[in-house]
């Protein structure tokens, strides 16, 4: 089954750290992973994707991921996080054994930032 | 602009009165989706649609109708609405369904916060 884990609800780290969000996935095929961005009151948006080749991917606004099949993981990384990243973050998984389209979201983390 | 439009952007209804949350996007795409987002639960899909009379069910569709009768609009229907559908709802669309996943990501309207009394 098809499915995505956030372990960390909540973050709070300090302007200018870095930071890592956990993510990890089952997926019974190659899985295409994707990291989501929420803003408060809009919609989702991508941040990253990754579907093949280079495993450490770059995004926008400086963030980057890195899929590690032996671990399935794909942990999203910041080196110096700004106060206008606090926002909550999805991991999601699809694929061609789903409908590549269809994806399946983690339950999100939620970036706070402190000065 | 580009974009996917949600109407309306906050509901609140009672108990039994049918609603219908409308979805509309301007860039051709051939697939389109709802989800709901609920704390701890993060986004659930409800209905999708990969082309123009297709749709399809996805993982929570109790209580939820879609159709697909135009390219363009995808509404969200709920026939009888319970309390449990109090929700905040999201609408998306890709460009293809197979192939050009690559170049075709997910856009997501800014989201219809639905509440039920």
């Known amino acids: 089954a098809q499915s995505v884990t956030q372990p960390d609800i909540h973050i709070t780290v300090s302007e200018g750290a870095s930071l890592e969000l956990r993510c990890n996935y089952s997926y019974g095929a190659t899985p295409y992973l994707f990291w989501y961005v929420q803003s408060p009151g809009q919609g989702l948006q991508l941040l990253l994707k990754y579907f093949s080749g280079d495993t450490l991917v770059q995004g926008i606004k400086g963030f980057e991921a890195e899929f590690k099949r032996s671990q399935s993981s794909f942990n999203l990384r910041k080196p110096s996080v700004h106060w206008s990243d606090a926002a909550e973050y999805f991991c999601?998984?699809?694929?061609?054994?789903?409908?590549?389209?269809?994806?399946?979201f983690g339950t999100g983390t939620r970036l706070t930032v402190i000065p | 602009e580009a974009q996917v439009t949600q109407n309306p952007r906050y509901l609140i209804t009672v108990t039994g009165k049918k609603l219908t949350v409308t979805c509309s996007q301007n860039?051709?795409?051939?697939?389109m989706s709802w989800y709901r987002q609920d704390p701890g639960l993060g986004l659930r899909q409800i209905y999708y649609s990969m082309n123009v009379e297709v749709t399809d069910k996805g993982d929570v569709p109790e209580g939820y109708k879609v159709s697909r009768k135009e390219k363009r609009n995808f509404p969200l229907i709920l026939e009888s609405p319970s309390p449990n559908q109090t929700s905040l709802y999201f609408c998306a669309s890709s460009l293809s369904t197979r192939g050009q996943i690559r170049n075709s990501p997910l856009h997501f309207g800014n989201g219809t916060r639905l509440t039920v009394t």
């Open positions: 860039m051709n795409h051939e697939y």
């Open positions: 999601a998984v699809g694929g061609d054994q789903t409908g590549a389209n269809n994806l399946f």
